[in-house]
Nanobody, 120 residues
C-alpha cells in the first residue's frame, strides 16, 4: 500500500516562508514525476510545481521566483519551499506522485492535503 504523507503547512504572515514536505512510503519500485497542487476555496485544483525524476522543474507563473520544488530520491520525498508568500497563496496544498508499485502499473497517488493560510 503506497501512501503520500504531507507536512509543513500552517499560518504565516504575508512575506513569510513555509516549507512543505511529502514522503512516499510503502511498496515502491520507482517514482517518476512528483508535484505540488493547490486548491483554493471555490476553485479547481491546479498545478503549482513539478519535478521529474531527473530533476527538471516547471512552475505555475504566479509562483515563479518565489517557490522552489526539490526532491530527495533516497528518501522518496518532495519538498516545496515557499518564500514571499501572498494572501492569494492561501489554499490546501496536495502532493502528487507517479509511482510504480510491484507487479502492477504506474499510477498517480495523492496526499491528504495540508492547509496553507497567508494573512495580510
Amino acid at each position: 500500500q503506497v501512501q503520500l504523507v504531507e507536512s509543513g503547512g500552517g499560518l504565516v504572515q504575508a512575506g513569510g516562508s513555509l516549507r512543505l514536505s511529502c514522503a512516499a512510503s510503502g511498496s515502491i519500485v520507482s517514482i517518476n514525476s512528483m508535484a505540488w497542487y493547490r486548491q483554493a476555496p471555490g476553485k479547481q485544483r491546479v498545478s503549482v510545481a513539478i519535478i521529474t525524476s531527473s530533476g527538471s522543474t516547471n512552475y505555475e507563473d504566479s509562483v515563479k521566483g518565489r517557490f522552489s520544488i526539490s526532491r530527495d530520491n533516497a528518501k522518496n520525498t518532495v519538498y516545496l519551499q515557499m518564500n514571499s508568500l501572498k494572501p492569494e497563496d492561501t489554499a490546501v496544498y496536495y502532493c502528487n506522485a507517479q509511482i510504480l508499485p510491484p507487479y502492477t502499473q504506474w499510477r498517480d497517488y495523492w496526499g491528504q492535503g495540508t492547509q496553507v493560510t497567508v494573512s495580510s
